[in-house]
Structures are given as C-alpha cells and as structure tokens.
C-alpha cells in the first residue's frame, strides 16, 4: 500500500468509559474518495432483509462480563455491509495471499472470498499470489488470521480449531485402548499448540479419557515429589493404565537442558529429540525401567498431519464462510489494516496487534476432570497472580468458554 | 419448591442504562440461611487459579453491538462458582429430570452433573426421576435447555446442535450424489426444526451443494409466479438436477389446507401425508408429472433419527461439561428458577421466559449462497419490518453468528 | 455385434467328471483373427513377475466343498491377461454402459476401465454411451455385475456389498439408541434387497443390536402364535425394547393381500404403503394401540440413499479395480459374452445366465445371533427340503461363507 | 493337553490325486470315547435348516485353479457343526487365551467364542488365561490365527485386516493432501508388516494416491541408476509432490548396514532409527539437502496405533463370529491341534504347519497403479523364478485375489 501503516492508534472514546478502538480507513489517507451505493441493495437475496446493512455506528463490546457501574471498556468496529462501498466492482482487482502450512477450512475461506466477492459484489478478478507487491494505489488490506493452535488474542477461536479438536479425539481413542490393553500401559499423544495449549486442553475436556494434560501454559518438571514421573506411578498403581495429551510447545527448557546434558551431538539423533513427544516419552521410559524396574509399555501416537489435512467440519465450514464474507464487506467498505474474527460471537474489524493472558478457568475444569496434580509450586502462583491483569475481566476469557 | 415461583422479575438498574434481569435465590424466600464456604477452595485442581471464584457482581451483557451513547442495556447474572455455597455436601439431594426426545450429548449433560457434584462439591446422592415432586423444602431448581432445534431465546445455542448440523451434511451429500447422478434428479432431505430453520440453514451454509432451504420464518408458495415449483423447474433446466432442504416446520398452514381439501379421510393415509417431507415430495412429483409433463427423478431423505441417535462430537461434549457445571454452581450458590447457557459466549443464569425475533442476516448469507429466491411478496416484508424489535440489536442476532 | 449371442453353452468335460462351461470367444465366429502380442509384457510394472499371464488351460472350480471320491464338477475359465491378444491397441474404441441406480464402487470400476485401459494396453479411446450399437464388428462384450443386493448367481460377491453392509450399521446403531431410550422402544431399519436379505442379513450379523432381521427368503406372518406380532410382545416384556431390520422385498404377498382388502384407493396413499417399511412401521403400530392397548414408540429409519450415494470403501475399491481388470484382460483376450466375477475367492469368466438357492447355514447363524423365531411352519420346511439341490455342496454357499 | 501332539501329519488320498491333510481327532489318542446329539438339533434357530449339519465327509479344495486333467490336490476338513459331538454341555470348561498385541476384531471373536458357547452348546463355563495349563485331560486345542498383517499361509485372510486397510486409507490421504500443498512435497506412511506387505499393497491399491510402495518381498536400494532416490527426484520433477507407502519390514538389511557404518551408539539415537520409516525419512531428507540442494518437504505420519485401535469394521465382525463358531464347532466335535480359516472362501480346519511363496499378481497391478519402478535387477528375478513353485497354482495366489 502507498501510504504509511505505522500510523497511530484511532482511538475514539464516549460516555461511561466507552473506548472505540478503531481500524484505519481509506479515507484517513486519501480523503476525497469518492462512493458507490453497495450492489447488495439490488441482490434480490439481501433485499429481502431490509436491515440488513450494519449500522455506521455499530461497534462490538470486547468487555462483556461487567459490574453495575464498571466503564464500558474496550469496543470494535462491527464486520458486516456498509450502505456506501469505496470501489466499483468491475475496478476491483482483489488478490489472496495465505501464509504457513496446512489448516482445515484453508479451503473454504479461499473458495467463499472468491464466491462471495463474485455473487455479492460482481467482483470477477480474484488472484492468488507466494508475495504481495506494494504500489501507490488505493488498496484495502484484510486479514483472516490462520492458525490452527487458537493462539489469537480478542477473537474468540481461530478457523479449523473445532475441526482440529475433534479430529484429535480419534488419537486419545487409540491411545486410551491401547494403554487398557495391556499392564501399565501408559498412552502418549502429542497435539499441535506451540505456544499455548488450547487444542490439548479442549481435546482432553471433550475426550474424559485423559490422565494428565500438559501445555505451555502450565509449567511442570519430571522428577520427585509433585513432579511428573511421581503422579505417572500413581496412576499406574491405581488404574493400571493412563493417557498423557502433551501439547508440542511444552517443556521446552526442561527439553533444551536435557539436550545440552546429554552430549547427544549426533545431528540426526538430536533432531527426533527435539521432538517433545518423543522426547518425554523416551524420559518416561529410561525411568520406569532404570530407575525403577517398573515395567511399562508407552505407545506414542503423534496425529499432527492426518488432523492438519482433514475437510473442515461443518461448524467450521460456516464460521470460515463469515469471515471470509465479514473481510469482503470490511475491504469493500474501505476499512484496512484490520484483522477479521468474532468478539463475543459478533464478527468486529480489529487493529493489527495484540497479546493475551493465561486461560484460567477453563484449565481449572480441566485439572478437575484428568485429576492430575498442577505440577506448580507455589512461588510460580504468586507470580502469575501479580501479572494478571486487574480488571473486572480479562480478555481471553471469553475464548475459554466459547467452544 | 415450597415457595411460588410466580415472583415479578426480579431488576435491578445502574448507571448509563444498565439493566440486570436477575434470577431468584433461595434468601429471597428464606432470608436467613446460612452459607459454608465452597469445597472447591480446597480442591488441589481450583486452588492453583486463585481468581477462580466468579466476583458476586459480576454481570454478563445481552447487548453486545453497542452504539458510543447508546444505554447499556439488560444484562445476565454470570455463571460460575461463588466463595460461598448454601448446601452442605453431605446433605445434599441432587434430582435430575430430562425432558422430550433424544439429543446428542444428552448423555454428557448428566454424566458431568454427576461427576462434577461428585469431584467438585463431594455430592454423592444423586437420582435420576420420569416428574419432580413439590415439598416445601429448601431446593434449587436450575434448567439446562435440551432443544437440537437452537430454538431458545437469549442463549447462543443449544447442546446437540452442532453435533445435528455435522451430521446433516452426511444427508445432504447423499441428496446431492444421488440428484447429480440422473436426470432431472431431486434430493429432497427433511431436517429438524419445528418452528425454526435453524439446523437447517446452518446444515445448508456448511454444505454448499443445497439449491434451495426452506424454514418455518419464511413462509413460501408451490404454484404460480416466485414460487417453489417455477423455482424448481428453472434450476432443473440451468443445472439438471437439484438438492432442497426442508425444515420439519415448514409449510403447516399449506399442508393442513392442502389436507382439509384433498379428501384423504384414511387415517394411515393422512398420518404419512402430515410429514412436511413426504407432502412436498408427493406436491413436486404431482406437478412434475401431470401438469408439467416433465420427467423428474425425485429421492427423498429423512435422517432425523440417525442425526438424534449420534454421540455429541468434541464442541458439543466441551459444551455440555460447561453447562452442568455451570448450573451445579448456580445451584449451589443458591440460585433458584434459572436456565444456564452461554450469553455472547460468556455463560450466564437467565430468568425462566423469553421469545426471539426472526433471524435476518444469516438468511440473507444463505440465500445468497444457495441463490434461491425469498418466496416474500412485498406484504410480508412490511409486515415483518413492522414487527422488529426497534433497538440497535436483536438478541437473536449474537445466536445466528456464533457458529 | 453382428454375430448371434444365442449359441448353445460351450461344454467341455475332463477326467472324474471335470465340467468347464466354458465362455464364447471372438474365433467362435471369425476363426481366421489375427491375435498380437500382449502389451503387458513390455510394461516393466508387469515383466518383474514372470508368471504374471495366466495359462491358456486354467480353470477355477465351482465346487469347493467336495468328498474324496466326489465328481470334480463345473468350472469356469479362469481371468487375467493372457500372452495374445486380438485387438490392436490403437484400433480399439472401448465403450462402457451403465444401466440401473446408483451403488458404491460404481465410479471406481468405471475409472478402473479407463485407466486400466489406458496404462495396460495403451488404449486410449474410451467412450461412455445411455444404449449399445449392434453392428457387424469384432466386438467383446464383457459384463461386471452391478447390484449392491448380491444377489448375482455364482460369484462370492456383488461389488458395494461390503460398504453397504458397513453403511448400514449407523442405521441400525440409531435405531438401537433410538429404541433403547424409551419405554417400549421399537426400532425399524429398512435396508435393500429386493429380492434376497443379504444385506439385511450381514448387518444383522455385524451389528448385533438387532432382534429380529426379516428376509425374503424366509416367509413370515404378523398375527397368532409363532407370529411376528407374538414375538415382538414377548421381546418387549424381556427387554423393554427391540431392534427389526427388515429387507425391502420382504412379504409382498401379504403386503398386496393388505392392499386389496384395505380399499385404500387413493393413489398418493397407495403409494407410500408400498413401500414394505412403512407398511409394517404401520401395521405394529395399529396392532398394539387397537388390539393390544400396550404403548409402544416406534421409530422407522430407511437409510436407502444415504447408503448409496456413500463412495466405496478400501475392500469395495480394490474389488472393482479386479473386476475392471479381469473384464479388460478378457475382452481383450476375445472372450465375448462373458460376466466376469470371484468364484471362491478366484477371478473367473462365468458365462450369460444362472439361477441360485437359498441361504442356509448363514441365516441359522443369524436366527442363533437375533434369538427370533423362524416364523416358518413344518410343511415350508418340508417343501424347501425337496427343491434343495441334492448334490455335496449348493452354488450359494460359497457366497455365503466369504465374508 | 496328556497327549504328544508331534504325531504324524494325516493324510488320506483318493481317486485323481487327491490328498486330505486332515487334523488330530481326540479318538486317535482315547479311540473309545462316548458320543453325544448335537445340542444345535434341538436349537430353534437351527432345526429349521435341515441340511445345517456338515457332512463328515466335507473337504475343501486347497488348488481352486485347476486344468482339465491336473491332480486334485491338497484338501482340508470342512469347518461346521456335526452330528455327534464329544463333549457333554454341562462338563465342558472352556479357555480362551489370546496372544500378541491389539488387533481390530479380537474382541468381537471373544465375545463370539462366549456368546457362541452359550447360546448353540449351552456351555456356561469359559476362563480367560495369560498360559494352558497341560494336565491328562480330554482337551482339544483350536486356534483363530491372529495377525492383523494378513501373514497366515493357505488362510484367505486374517481377521482385522480389512479393518486395518480402511483405516490406512486415512493416512494414505494425510500424506496426500500434505504433499499436494506444498513444492516439492513428500508424503510417507509407515504401515504395518513385519515379514509382508499386505496392508501396505491393498491399502495403495484403494487409495490411488500412493506413486511407490516399498515392501519386504520386493528389494530395492536407495542411491544411483533405479534407485529410490533417482525415482523420487523424477517424480517430483514431474508432479511436484508424492506420496509414498512403506511396510514396517521394509529393507531391514540396508537399515542394519546403514546403522553399523553410522557410529550412532548412543542407544536412544539408535532406537528411534530402528524405525524403518524415521529412517528412510531421514535419509531422503539427507539426500536432498546435502547431495541434490533440493528443497523438498517431508512428512511423516504413523498411524500405526490408529489403525489397531479401532474397532472392527462390518466385514471383519461377521469374518470373526463365523471364526469363532468354526473353532467351538471343531473344538466341540472332538478336533484338535488345528487352526481354522476361510480357504477359497470356504472354512476349513487345518493341522498346524505352512509357509507361503511370495505374491505376484497382486504386486503387479499396484506397480501398475503406481507406476513405481520395480528396483529389482535381473539376478533378483532368475532367483525368484527358480523358487518359485511349479504348480499350477501357487497357494498364496488365492488369497491375493480374496479382496
């Protein structure tokens, strides 16, 4: 795009602590731009709902937990059709660009922007192009974040995240018959989130064949009291068998200072090492038949790839169809440099950035239903503590509780 | 219960507009009963997030497209554990009553009550009863929607309803494999929903191979100009062949007219034609044949009972857990005459009533997607404009986006 | 083609009462063709096995269960591509006709044609035609048995059998939860077969949740002792709720009987009583609410199409790619006249015609697995008796036996 | 079991060759044992087929492709209830002991075992044991061979393999999908086969989307002229992607050279690349980064405990009930040391031994369908060809064309 992005925050604020943070407009840049009335208002399909239009005022409510006479917080642009379009369709020249490896729903978002663009706004050249080239023309800019691991702050999940967390469900399965099936049989499945936990969590909260659940989030360590390896006995004392979910982000010092001691040199070696899956499941193992002479027979199932290209499932069928359509109406209506996605189930336009907190509650549930220990200590608690964020509510909430 | 339930409203009003349609508690009609702190602050899983405990004021907005000045507007009690409960453990009686037909993850909604009273609040005496009997005792009564059909006001959705559009897709695809294979083929699948589309729409939107939905809120004629027939007949010249979903809803006033006139007095006869399904593709093949002299292949599909009978996948499972935990903390707390579920993605307590507003923009999504015409005449449309709730958001607008 | 089909059956007979029904072949009725080397044998994919063309002499056996001094009986030649062909690839035009529904596997061999074509014998000319034309040409023609009923006289199989079978177990799983979940539960499966319960039998067989399983072959009547009506009373009051799966063209006669006697004149009406599931779903329901006052809850699924339109599954599809193959080798070899299909396990060219008796062992083991009763009186036995084929082994069994 | 089971192979011989490999009878060791009425004669479900008993004098023919005057050769006891059996109900103790690891199928043949004992002998009492107590009793012993890699000689099929196949077609398509979306992409699947190929070959003949299958009977070396890697570069050179399908016996003598000359001692290095697939991963993975500077994108997907842990699907639950009713059947006549199997499609009793001469046919097609090259050099065929049996029909050819 011709004109600067580093420019700062549209903040726009209102009565009782109402804050509007807001996405930039082709009009900030170009300000005489002339418009067109949207082609929907002729679309026999949208006719028929004569409110269909989001009202130019319209924002969506990031806060949505609030006291009595708590401020208002924290809105969004609502996504949706504007009235007035800034480009006219047999002009447009809209282009794709997706970026990282493979998430169930890719497809539909791509097929629904060129579908949408087609039928809904008479737009006929849609390109796909590896690297978008920056010229000084008017050119809107939409994001639709991607990423199957959910690790989005403000929205409420990312697309293919429902589909990888049923997918996911066919892996703890086989790893919960498998270790039933024999003495101390201990099945491990490792699961994708490289920096957060969110498909290991709702997997096993969706599964109740789960032992132990470990994420990023949540640090632990292997051995002595309260530690991995203690609980992993219990377990096999009690039950005879147990299912440990580990999401790929996890251990990652605990991984690094094993491989720094281990003079493992060997490039080759090192690399399926690098693996947290393989790795824990090779700790777990030295363990039980060194140390403790405790027979044990570990299955590692690692699903990554066959969750990663199966067809989105009809709930994310639909939701990839909403922004795929919410980014259409945004670029159309002039918006740019936002990012697409529901806040508290309502689709918004939000600025480029961002960082979130820690899940709490939904990780409470889940320690409740594995029974497994926190494997923290209690300095670790007081820390988190002093850095959760002091209001009524903070923002990744709404993502725990929105399955 | 002992104590009526026939109590007003009970609202409470803040600043800027700020209404809070609270449910009752048990100290609305014993006001003296003592409370005990929450087992749950002993538990190892809660204790490690020590802002577990919702805040006594905390409030869930129903209003979550917002205008800068406009008043905030109602608001739900949040759902969640309290510091203080108003049960001892040991003396509590737990009864759960399921209402209706099956659904799925029904059997997860009263597995988790049981587990989570058991691990949670260390309730052990739990009974399942066919009709709950009144004694004037001290006891919560809290509601968990069963509905596939999404049809509950307020709430974002209802349990199952994912699960039903997944497996719906399994119908419409066969409907479309078996059109697309002869000439002239129409699959014609009858999905559930007695008075709303919802299942419906959102099986068509996740499919995409669906010519033509037809639901209960928006009405629809066979013969003559903009109707379904002509409709029909255009698709079938344009493409060869067809798929329509029908809602079970649809249609009741045509069918019963059609039934008073045709004189099938034959109970059987009539019992088989009262099925929306089975009547529109009698209707089409009827028209097809001896009006049109048009040679149609028509294949009807009813998978209603095989949609019903099927587990709750991953989101409906995660779901569930969440809605029987949510309303054993609301009724351990106290809380009495409320139905749980999730307000804009954030679980709430809500007072016993309620009635919704016609769906508009997904519809318009689906119309668009599927390109079938509205079968409104100008009339309809006033008429339903008329009727619109006047302020800046439905409630049922946050349902139909939270896919 | 320009030759007569109706020549009388080719016997040849060998030692020990050896019989070969043999296939007609293109020298029948042009006995000076020029035959070429097979293309095969410079493809490198099929020289590393040098054994890979079938000996000229090989015939499969018909009979399989024998006795040490037994007559060797009937034969059939055996398939595979043979070391002369008499067609040259470039001069041959392949034409594939399709006739009948829709059945699993149905788009694997026609792909297996071409391709199998195309990268066997270089032939690239494949033409897809609604109606064959007869002129006086050198042409093969090669039959592949489409009916997913399986019922085809002497070959262990029809393709889509097995995925039907599969498919249909959802059904049956439906009706069972459906059943299960209330008082007096009946669940109704209607499954195809026309004329035989094959794949009502081995969804019986694989599901496990049925208690009764209605066939063709074996006749049954509703009311009095040994009736089905007593029998379904009796299950209920066991178990509180029963499973029937029913094969469509079960008792026609008695469904005509009813018919005639009911004056139901109305065409629509008629029409959907036809349909034997319907019929019987209303018949158990009539009886028990007028005669019986006993309350039952009927639930009728009829998975039809969603069993059909489903693609083939692993077995079904490496079974059509046999089946595509061994009639291209055939036809290509200047076999005519020919259907091409397993005969105890073994790929074989069974000549035009055939007629085949009743299950027997398979359906005992079925009786023994649903606990039903026979529903058959002594003097159906004692006829059935007398029309068994005398000889060591009937032609069906085999069939039956190959899971 | 009191007595040597070392005896003699039984054989009988007759008229044309033919040859009975009969099974150990109690009476060979007690000849004056009493008799018993079948209690199936009394059975319901089973005196409605009068034929249902198998003739004493039943055999199945192991040469199914036969010539006109070939000898009749190798038979086996037909499978099936008979007339007397040597147990009495009430006496009988029945033990089941199960060997090896999971295998789709094994609880169904359990469960047939229990339920078939019960419901057709009336035997109630039935023991699981982890080793058979040997006392001087009257024991008879019968085997259900299990092996979900298909490796049991003269058997058609072992019971889970279809199973195992479907579910590999799920991995088969991963690695598809992933390949497909990326330059350069290459796909591989580990699949089961210690000492076969089975899985691996018809798993790849149903997918269609695997370009090279490497199994343990076909050799095949990685570097220059015909190697795998040379194979590998033409085929992304000419598709861009690929999908390769590797047995778990693959190439054991390549992987130990490579293993000796690697100086990997360090024993958990060592371990993971035992695994032929990590292996193999790894070393194309070297090849092209060091040797070509070809950028390539491998993935590599186990679905090994997937695959196991899956319950058996139609066809493999009414393969295992007719297995284990075979077995009781047996067992209960007074057969002993014998497994029990489909051969040519038929079940049949046969004495414990055998080894299997390697496939062709079937190898053939998938190299076929592949389009791999062979990777054999001509002294591999002379040797093969010089093993190979000379028969009219090796006994492995049977079970190839058994889909």
Redesign the interface.
């Known amino acids: 795009m011709g004109f600067s992005m580093n420019s700062k925050p549209k903040i726009?604020t209102?009565?009782?602590g109402?804050v509007?943070e807001d996405v930039p407009h082709l009009t900030d840049y170009l300000p005489d731009l002339p418009t067109y009335p949207n082609p929907l208002q002729d679309?026999?399909?949208?006719s028929?709902?004569?409110?269909?239009f989001v009202?130019v005022?319209?924002?969506?409510?990031k806060q949505?937990?609030?006291?009595?006479?708590s401020p208002?917080g924290t809105?969004f642009r609502?996504a949706?059709p504007r009235q007035k379009v800034y480009f006219e369709s047999d002009e447009v020249h809209a282009c794709i660009v997706t970026c990282g490896?493979?998430c169930p729903g890719l497809n539909t978002v791509i097929r629904e922007i060129v579908c949408g663009l087609y039928?809904?706004y008479d737009v006929h050249r849609v390109l796909g192009i590896e690297e978008i080239r920056r010229r000084g023309l008017k050119v809107a800019v939409a994001g639709i974040p991607k990423t199957i691991d959910n690790d989005i702050p403000v929205i409420?999940k990312s697309f293919g995240f429902?589909t990888a967390?049923?997918e996911?469900?066919?892996?703890i399965?086989?790893?919960?018959?498998?270790a039933e099936?024999?003495e101390n049989g201990i099945?491990v499945v490792k699961l994708m989130g490289r920096h957060n936990g969110y498909i290991a969590m709702?997997?096993t909260?969706?599964?109740?064949d789960v032992d132990c659940c470990l994420i990023p989030e949540s640090p632990f360590y292997l051995e002595g009291p309260g530690g991995l390896f203690e609980y992993i006995e219990k377990r096999l004392k009690e039950n005879g068998h147990m299912v440990i979910v580990v999401a790929e982000g996890v251990g990652q010092e605990i991984l690094s200072e094993s491989m720094r001691t281990a003079h493992?040199q060997?490039a080759?070696?090192n690399?399926?090492?690098q693996d947290v899956g393989?790795w824990l499941a090779?700790k777990i193992k030295?363990h039980f038949s060194k140390k403790q002479k405790m027979t044990i027979n570990l299955?590692?199932?690692?699903?990554t790839?066959?969750i990663?290209?199966?067809p989105g499932?009809?709930?994310d069928?639909?939701?990839c169809?909403?922004l795929a359509?919410s980014a259409i109406h945004g670029a159309m209506a002039g918006y740019t440099g936002f990012t697409v996605g529901?806040v508290?189930?309502?689709?918004a336009y939000i600025p480029f950035h961002n960082k979130v907190v820690i899940t709490?509650?939904m990780?409470?549930?889940l320690?409740?239903?594995t029974?497994q220990?926190?494997f923290?200590n209690p300095k670790d608690?007081l820390r988190d503590?002093e850095t959760?964020i002091q209001g009524?509510?903070g923002g990744s909430?709404?993502r725990c509780?929105?399955?």
Chains 1, 2, 3, 4 share one sequence.
């Open positions: 726009v209102g009565d009782a109402y509007l679309n026999p399909s949208y028929v709902v004569k409110q269909y009202n005022d319209d924002t969506v409510a949505i937990v609030v006291h009595k006479n208002r809105h609502r949706g490896s493979l039928y809904m409420d429902d967390v049923e996911a469900q066919r892996a399965n086989a790893a919960h018959v498998e099936s024999i099945g709702y997997a909260l969706a599964s109740r493992q060997d080759s070696g690399k399926f090492l393989l090779q030295e299955k590692y199932i690692d699903p790839y066959m990663r290209a199966v499932n009809a709930s069928n639909v939701y169809t909403l359509h529901p508290n189930g309502r689709h709490d509650r990780w409470a549930r320690l409740s239903s029974n220990p926190s923290l608690i503590e959760q009524v509510d909430h709404a509780e929105n399955g």
